[in-house]
Every structure is written in structure tokens, then in C-alpha cells.
């Protein structure tokens, strides 16, 4: 089956510093990537959606300048925590739809955890 | 609007016993219906989904969901539960929107099986 990867699968940061999370479609063409994030005990969040060679649509309430995606290329996105918090320390997860979905399936990457101190 | 509620944020079955992980949803198009399984410490993976077609659809690891458009339900069930699957279970409808894939996840299912 197609294969996402996220790298790193999990980082310490400190306060103030900037990481960035990778996320690869391995064996297809991503036209579209999703960046999610799961808050302890509660669902997976929406963040944004991007698109190949465009600009990411955010999700309302989620700030554009701290959390920048960049979908450079159609197997490539990557989310960059600016100017990190403790509060944004949280389970960070990618998915892709490839070019051709059949069913607009969506495939899911292992996760990042990232932990901010 | 599309929307998904999952009855039960806990369930706990014996091991042997059915499993039933309720899914319900809202939408205004006919959706795209999934069902991902996560097991503690990974990301997510793909159980099974429903696109068109038949509306009882199969899975991996012996887990199967049938559409039923006239309750919008979408249930996850099995027959005999597993230790192995202990897990969190997450329903998801997705849909297109104005050229763009909109995903919806409930909030999730942990199931705790016991021996």
C-alpha cells in the first residue's frame, strides 16, 4: 500500500526555537497533504490542507505565522513550529491523497511528537 | 456542515465477544466513510472504507461496516474480539469541497478488551 513518512517521529525543542516535521509520500504523488494534531485524550485537529505549488488553507483558529507548511513538491510538505511553546508540544500527524485516489482515500503518516521545554 | 459523532469515548468488551463501535454523521453530499485504527504511540491506519457500492464493506483484521444511509450510521463490528486489538478507533467522513478533500474525524473510540 502507499506509504507516508514522517520525520522526525519525535523531537525536544526548547522555548523559543523553531522545528520543522517532514512529511514524504514514498511510493506516490501527493496532490494534496493534511496536517492534523492530536491534543491528549481528544480527536485529531484539522490544521490545514495544501496543496502542490499553492499556498496552505488553514483551519480557523490556527495561526498561519507560528505553524508554516510548505508543499514544495508532490511528495513532499513539510509543518514548521515558529517560536515553539510548551503549549505546542503535541502528537503532530500527516496524511497525503495521492494524484489518482481511487474512493479519495488518504494515507497516514506514523505521527511526530514533539515536545517543547 | 459535515460531521461525526462517536457514541462511547470508552468500550469494553471480553476477548471472544462482539465489538461495536458506534459512528454516526452529517453531511449534505453523499460522503466518503472510513474507519482508521491508531495503537498506542503510532499514527493512524487505514481499517477499512466505504465509497460507493456495497454497503457492507470488509476490513483488515476481521472488522467490517455497514453504510446505512437512512440512520447516516456507519458502525464498526466484529465477531470475536482479539487482545490485539485494543486500540483507539477514530470515524471519518471525508468529502469534496469546492475542488478541495475536507476531513472529518470523530472523536474517537478506545477500546479496551479484557481477558
Known amino acids: 500500500g502507499a506509504v ?3 520525520h522526525p517521529s519525535r523531537v525536544i525543542c526548547k522555548s523559543g526555537t523553531s522545528v520543522k ?8 504523488q501527493a496532490t494534496t497533504m493534511f496536517w492534523y494534531r492530536q491534543f491528549p485524550k481528544k480527536s485529531l485537529m484539522l490544521m490545514a490542507t ?12 490556527v495561526e498561519k505565522d507560528k ?7 508532490l511528495t513532499l510538505s513539510t509543518l514548521t513550529v515558529t517560536s515553539a511553546h510548551p503549549e505546542d508540544s503535541s502528537f503532530y500527524i500527516c496524511s497525503a491523497r ?3 485516489s481511487p474512493g479519495n482515500t488518504i494515507y497516514f503518516g506514523e505521527g511526530s511528537w514533539l515536545t517543547v521545554v | 456542515a459535515q460531521s461525526v459523532t462517536q457514541l462511547g469515548s470508552h468500550v469494553s468488551v471480553s476477548e471472544g465477544a462482539l465489538v461495536l463501535l458506534r459512528c454516526n454523521y452529517s453531511s449534505s453530499v453523499p460522503p466518503y466513510l472510513f474507519w ?8 493512524l491506519q487505514l481499517l477499512l472504507k466505504y465509497t460507493t457500492g456495497a454497503t457492507l464493506v470488509k476490513g483488515i483484521n476481521g472488522f467490517e461496516a455497514e453504510f446505512k444511509k437512512s440512520e447516516t450510521s456507519f458502525h464498526l463490528t466484529k465477531p470475536s474480539a482479539h ?4 486500540a483507539e478507533y477514530f470515524c471519518a467522513v471525508i468529502l469534496n469541497s ?18
Not at chain 1, 67 to 73: D, E, P, T, W
Not at chain 2, 83 to 86: E, F, G, L, R, V
Not at chain 2, 98 to 112: A, D, S
Open chain 1, 4 to 6: 507516508v513518512s514522517q
Open chain 1, 21 to 28: 516535521i517532514e512529511c514524504r509520500s514514498l511510493d506516490f
Open chain 1, 50 to 61: 495544501s496543496n502542490e505549488g499553492s499556498k496552505a488553507t488553514y483551519e480557523q483558529g
Open chain 1, 67 to 73: 505553524f508554516l507548511i510548505n508543499h514544495a513538491s
Open chain 1, 98 to 100: 495521492p494524484r489518482r
Open chain 2, 36 to 43: 482508521y485504527v491508531q495503537y498506542p504511540n503510532q499514527g
Open chain 2, 83 to 86: 487482545m490485539s486489538d485494543a
Open chain 2, 98 to 115: 469546492g475542488g478541495y478533500q475536507k476531513v472529518t474525524f470523530g472523536t474517537g473510540t478506545k477500546l479496551q478488551v479484557i481477558p
